[in-house]
C-alpha cells in the first residue's frame, strides 16, 4: 500500500519496472546458471560459389594414325554378325540348296564362299565370292570368284539381295538371265 500514497511519477516508474521485468521473464526463459551450460550455436550454412572460366578448347583434329576414332562408326554389317546362310535358289536346274558362309568382313566389304546342292541331280559345288554391304539401302552385292568344287556344267553367278531390318531374311536375286530368287536365313 506504500505506491498508493506515492506521488504520481514515482508509482509510474515503478508500474513500468515491474512490466519491464515480467516481459523479460516471460519472452526470454529462465537465465542460464553455471550448472546449465547452454547449447553452442550452429555456425552459419557454407555458401558456395562457382566461378566458371570458359569452355574447354575443342580437341585437335587427328588421323587414323594417331589413334583417331570416329563419333559414329559408318552403318552395322549384319554380315560380321551372321556367318553362314542357309536357303535356296532358283535356276535352270530347279530349287537347289545354297549355304553362304560368309569369311572375312572389313568395314563394307565382304568375302564368302557359294555352296550350292541339288537334290534331283546330286550336283554340288562351292566357289568364292566378293561383294559389298551399303548400310544406307541395306543391300549386298556379290560377284562370283574361283571355283573350290566344281561340277560338270556349272557356273559361277553373281547376286544381289536386301537384308531385312531384323536380320532373319537375305533375300533377292541371281544376277544370271536364266535364274531367279534367293533366299537366305540365318543358320542356327
Known amino acids: 500500500m506504500g505506491t498508493a500514497n506515492a506521488p504520481a511519477p514515482r508509482r509510474r516508474s515503478a508500474l513500468r519496472c515491474a512490466a519491464c521485468a515480467a516481459l523479460l521473464l516471460a519472452g526470454c526463459g529462465p537465465a542460464p546458471t553455471l550448472a546449465e551450460p547452454r547449447a553452442p550455436e550452429p555456425p552459419p550454412a557454407a555458401e558456395t560459389i562457382y566461378i566458371v572460366l570458359q569452355d574447354p578448347p575443342p580437341a585437335p583434329a587427328t588421323t587414323a594414325a594417331d589413334g ?27 530349287t537347289t540348296e545354297m549355304t553362304f558362309r560368309i569369311l572375312e568382313v572389313k568395314g563394307d566389304r565382304i568375302k564368302a564362299v557359294f555352296g550350292f546342292h541339288h537334290a534331283e541331280s546330286g550336283a554340288a559345288g562351292k566357289y568364292l565370292m566378293s561383294g559389298r554391304y551399303d548400310a544406307e539401302t541395306r543391300t549386298a552385292s556379290f560377284s562370283p570368284g574361283a571355283w573350290l568344287e566344281r561340277p560338270p556344267n556349272y557356273v559361277t553367278v553373281g547376286m544381289k539381295g536386301d537384308l531385312a531390318f531384323d536380320g532373319s531374311l537375305f533375300a533377292g536375286r541371281i544376277e544370271h538371265p536364266d535364274c531367279g530368287a534367293f533366299r537366305l536365313r540365318p543358320a542356327g
Not at 576414332?69 to 536346274?93: H, K, L, S
Open 68 to 94: 583417331w576414332v570416329p563419333d559414329e562408326f559408318p552403318g552395322d554389317n549384319p554380315f560380321e554378325r551372321t556367318r553362314t546362310w542357309i536357303g535356296d535358289y532358283d535356276c535352270p536346274q530347279g
